[in-house]
């Protein structure tokens, strides 16, 4: 009996320790979870979607100083500030997934970007129109594919909505070209 006395003599104490327990720090946010690296192609298209709305952005205020025609002004301001907003939608997306996007144009845009910028006047609108439409129609293919494929629902957003903005400029782009008049020989 002496013996039940003495351990619950020394373990009453350490039950009434423990009873009072452990103090409670406060719970740490958990850090979000970093999604996945995008699939290859996934990556391919946002770089191309990047590297069209850089273009398209430089080249829309360069029509700002070289343009002849109001309509083709207000085309491109419209066009800057749609591919800012879609260049900005889409640095939120790669940001999830601990990528980032380049700032500048590539070396073939570049040089593009130069010799359009040496036109002034007619002769600009026309190479404006003609480099809107074209880069437009390669990016709205890229985005019908990219829609199809990807099994990322934010980037599939995107894609959905830059192949809008791609068939509505391409629209916009030839409306406003001149059209090539068809010339007839009439024999006499």
Not at 109 to 133: M, N, P, S, T
Request: charged residues 25%; hydrophobic residues 35%; proline residues 5%.
């Amino acid at each position: 009996m002496k013996r039940y006395y003495r351990v619950l003599s020394t373990t009453l104490p350490l039950l009434a320790l423990t009873a009072c327990g452990v103090p409670k720090y406060p719970h740490v946010p958990e850090l979000p979870a970093k999604a996945p690296p995008f699939q290859t192609a996934d990556a391919a298209f946002i770089q191309s979607v990047n590297e069209n709305d850089v273009m398209q952005i430089e080249l829309g205020e360069s029509a700002a100083d070289h343009s002849a025609s109001t309509k083709v002004k207000e085309l491109a301001a419209n066009l800057v500030k749609d591919h800012t907003d879609n260049r900005t939608k889409l640095s939120a997306i790669v940001a999830k997934h601990d990528m980032t996007l380049t700032e500048t144009p590539m070396k073939e845009d570049k040089e593009k970007l130069e010799d359009i910028g040496k036109l002034h006047g007619a002769r600009f609108d026309r190479a404006y129109l003609a480099e809107v439409e074209k880069s437009h129609k390669t990016i709205d293919t890229q985005s019908s594919n990219e829609v199809a494929s990807t099994k990322d629902g934010d980037l599939k957003t995107v894609a959905s909505a830059t192949q809008a903005l791609d068939q509505k400029y391409i629209a916009q782009a030839y409306s406003l070209l001149p059209q090539r008049a068809a010339r007839h020989y009439h024999r006499r």
